[in-house]
């Protein structure tokens, strides 16, 4: 049974329990990579092409306006299709009010079934 752990995930400066501190990988990534290694899933790291600021409060203030804009931004790139998986796991960054890119619209839009997704925000 082909699965595939796509992720989005930002290093640069993050937010951990009371301070600022900059890490060279994010947590979504290695809970992926540990998902990939569990399961055999193939990776697949959700990256846009012009990133937001490694400054946290800046990348947030981004991620908002993005997000209110309702915009896409263009990705690096995207698997050349999802037909192949039975299973996808999808990690993200928690959003408000929801997460929107190329490749979730992408699994929506091909009627994927419910059980066959695995959100992690
Ligand atoms: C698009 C985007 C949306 C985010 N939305 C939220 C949010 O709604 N609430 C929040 O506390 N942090 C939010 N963050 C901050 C992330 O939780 C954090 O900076 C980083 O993405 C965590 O990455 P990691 O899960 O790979 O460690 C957001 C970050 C990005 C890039």
Redesign the pocket.
Known sequence: MAKLAAF????DE??FSGGYRY?TV????KVAKVISELTGADLFKIEQKIP?AAD?NT??QQ?KE?LQAKARPELVSVPDSLDGYDEIYLGF????YG?DCVLCVSCSKKGRKRNSMHKRQ
Request: aromatic share 22%.
């Open positions: 989005y995930s930002r290093a993050n937010y890490v994010g947590n979504t990534e937001y946290y990348c947030i991620a993005d960054p928690k959003m408000e997460f």
